[in-house]
């Protein structure tokens, strides 16, 4: 079905293109841009969201389903994908209320697939809902946004990938996912003090690249000992576990 | 002249609660080369509206055999896009239609689908006079001023 190299990438967008899949990116001509994969059963959200990170230099593939995000990923058989290797998805962010697969069970399949464990995955969702938002997080989501999701919110998550691309070596990386996982404060992007996130969004530079464990409240970091995203350090605060 | 209309017109959308700043955060991600875009999008949300809306009605339409779980999905959807593109009052409809529809509250389904069939319309046809407007300002040579609500 695919040949065995990257040019599969592009022969899946094409099936994609063919079955009518949301909007899709054109070949890679700058391997450092970051790749998002965004997976929406609304038409409207997954217009939005894909502006909303093209807008911030991300290349966005959506798809309106879980098992088409699987699909794309090559996950959605039970060979190894060793073919996959190139296939670059810096971030992927689902919503949580689909048909069929929700985000949750789409979260669930990529961290227990070799290729993609380590891939963030952001979970979106109309229901700011504690358990459900425990959940995601205790899955290995890295981060929960809250519908309607803004500017702010994709710049934040933005600025958290690349910082993650540049300074990590693979083994870091790992690192900073594993160790979210274990992260359970929730995070929400509706914050009472709008302006807050966006001082923070200029302000902000680093997330640590080690957890806020789930005691724990210091990260232990080489880098700067900035607080994991304003959201969270209100939640922390507010007592809002 | 276009330009204070516009400005006064837009203001008054979110003054009496047609638009929230959700809106707003569309605005932001027009630009030169995506200068249609909230056109685009609203134009999408509205199809979505007809298609929900009428999915509803014929679920409401089968008295005695209701189909609420249908209704309930249909309105989940349609709160999420009117909340996406900051359609406040539509979204705020879809609330208490779905409060009716969790208490499978026949009555007060039926009678809040017609108000969100008639809200929607009536947004549409805002939307409409603004992008006119708009319009009406380009061909003018004019730029579509910023408008801080």
Aim: aromatic letters at 6%; glycine letters at 6%; one cysteine or more.
């Amino acid at each position: 079905m695919a040949a065995r190299d990257g040019g599969v990438s592009c022969l899946r967008r094409t099936e994609m293109i063919g079955i009518g899949i949301g909007e899709l990116e054109s070949p890679p001509s700058d391997s450092d841009q970051v790749h998002v994969l965004a997976v929406d059963d609304s038409l409207v959200d997954r217009i939005v969201i894909e502006r909303l990170l093209r807008i911030t230099s991300c290349k966005v593939t959506a798809v309106d389903s879980g098992w088409r995000a699987l699909q794309f990923l090559g996950l959605d058989d039970d060979k190894a994908s060793v073919e996959f290797d190139r296939l670059k998805v810096d971030l992927i962010i689902t919503d949580y209320c689909m048909p069929g697969m929700t985000g949750y069970e789409l979260l669930k399949k990529i961290k227990e697939s070799t290729s993609f464990r380590e891939v963030p995955v952001v979970i979106m969702s109309s229901e700011n809902v504690m358990t459900r938002i425990d959940r995601c997080l205790e899955e290995g989501a890295e981060d929960f946004l809250l519908k309607p999701v803004k500017l702010a919110d994709v710049k934040r998550l933005r600025s958290y990938l690349t910082r993650d691309v540049k300074v990590s070596a693979d083994g870091n990386k790992r690192k900073l996912v594993e160790d979210l996982s274990n992260f359970s404060s929730p995070v929400t992007t509706s914050p009472p003090p709008l302006s807050t996130s966006t001082s923070m969004e200029s302000s902000e530079s680093t997330r640590p690249s080690s957890p806020v464990g789930f005691i724990s409240s210091s990260p232990e970091s080489s880098t700067s000992p900035v607080d994991s995203p304003i959201r969270r350090r209100e939640m922390k605060s507010l007592g809002l576990d | 002249m276009e330009k204070r209309q516009f400005r006064d017109y837009t203001i008054s959308l979110y003054h009496q609660g047609f638009l929230d700043d959700q809106f707003t955060e569309l605005k932001k991600l027009q630009d030169e080369c995506s200068p249609d875009f909230v056109a685009e999008v609203v134009s999408l949300f509205f199809e979505d509206c007809e298609k929900l809306i009428s999915n509803m009605a014929r679920a409401l339409d089968q008295t005695g055999n209701v189909d609420y779980k249908l209704v309930g999905s249909s309105v989940h959807q349609l709160k999420g896009s009117s909340s996406s593109v900051g359609a406040k009052r539509v979204k705020g409809l879809c609330v208490t239609l779905k409060e009716c529809c969790d208490s499978q509250n026949y009555e007060g389904c039926v009678r809040c689908l017609q108000q969100v069939d008639i809200e929607y319309k009536s947004l549409k046809g805002k939307l409409q006079d603004l992008f006119n407007l708009e319009q009406q300002i380009v061909q003018a040579g004019g730029r579509i001023p910023q408008v801080d609500i």
